[in-house]
């Protein structure tokens, strides 16, 4: 008669070989699905590159008010070594970094209080509604009669423009909450505070990191704004100098460095948002 305890182990040791092939082929699988997408998206990018460098050059547009994209790449590259671009885009950065990060310091404990407090949303819509139904740029003249043309006033309409959609986002992931979740947390004695903090809060991260993506792509929109509409510095500004000096390459450069920064904030906030919610992509596999 078979040792039981020497079965056991070799039935372990058969699922463990059985199980490593397929596990070979789903990390396989992942790994292929992932360059597939890679592949989608660069291939779309190089063919829009190609087609700004072509079309200038066989006469498809006007190379005046359309630089092949090398020559834009050596204006960019000109004015990074001169340091005249890194001066506009740490201006620009200073800005749109401090009207984003006020920002959040206000609007996720505001977010997170109406949605939670039915108190505090019963007082606050009201005035919430009047305000994010109101266009940004429309009050960036009263911004600019009230604080004046300084930083403060770009700051300002800065904040304003990521408040609504940090906002509105926390206050929906605070709301949205699966109620078996929380029927589950108060059955295992959890208090209201507690229920906040290890339930509501975490399970509302992915939909409060939607409102920041998208306050970080505004705060970058209404910058731009607000430098072209009155200011010394930053890259809104340049982009509007060089249009009116007629200096194109430099004017597309400055418009490179936009979209550049663009990316590269959307990048660390998607980095960010897979650190703080791997729970959930665990979870999902």
């Not at 929906?172 to 903090?197: C, E, Q, W, Y």
């Not at 100098?241 to 490179?256: K, V």
Request: hydrophobic share 50%.
């Amino acid at each position: 008669m078979a040792n039981p305890s020497t079965g056991e182990a070799l039935v372990r040791l058969e699922g463990g070989r059985r199980s490593s092939p397929g596990r070979a082929r789903s990390l396989l699988g992942w790994g292929l699905g992932r360059i597939h997408r890679v592949f989608k998206a660069v291939i779309v990018l190089a063919a829009f590159l190609a087609l700004w460098e072509a079309a200038p050059r066989l006469g498809w547009t006007n190379a005046t008010f359309l630089p092949p994209l090398t020559e834009v790449l050596k204006t960019w590259w000109r004015l990074l070594l001169s340091g005249e671009l890194a001066e506009h885009t740490q201006v620009s950065l200073a800005r749109s970094l401090g009207g984003f990060l006020l920002a959040l310091l206000v609007s996720i404990p505001l977010g997170l209080a109406i949605g939670w407090w039915k108190t505090a949303a019963q007082y606050l819509n009201p005035l919430l509604e009047l305000f994010r139904n109101t266009a940004v740029l429309a009050l960036l003249p009263v911004f600019i009669m009230l604080l004046g043309l300084g930083e403060t006033s770009k700051i300002a309409i800065i904040f304003y423009a990521c408040v609504f959609p940090l906002l509105l986002n926390t206050i929906s992931g605070v709301r949205n909450v699966d109620p078996l979740l929380i029927k589950s947390a108060r059955s295992m004695g959890l208090t209201s505070v507690g229920l906040f903090l290890k339930v509501v809060l975490p399970a509302s991260v992915p939909t409060i990191f939607v409102g920041i993506r998208q306050a970080g792509a505004a705060s970058i929109l209404v910058l731009i704004a607000a430098e072209m509409a009155g200011a010394k510095s930053g890259l809104g500004y340049f982009v509007q100098y060089t249009q009116f000096s007629f200096q194109i390459s430099e004017m597309y450069a400055g418009i490179l460095t936009i979209s550049i920064f663009g990316v590269l904030l959307n990048y660390a906030l998607v980095t960010l948002e897979r650190r703080l919610t791997s729970w959930k992509q665990t979870q999902s596999e």
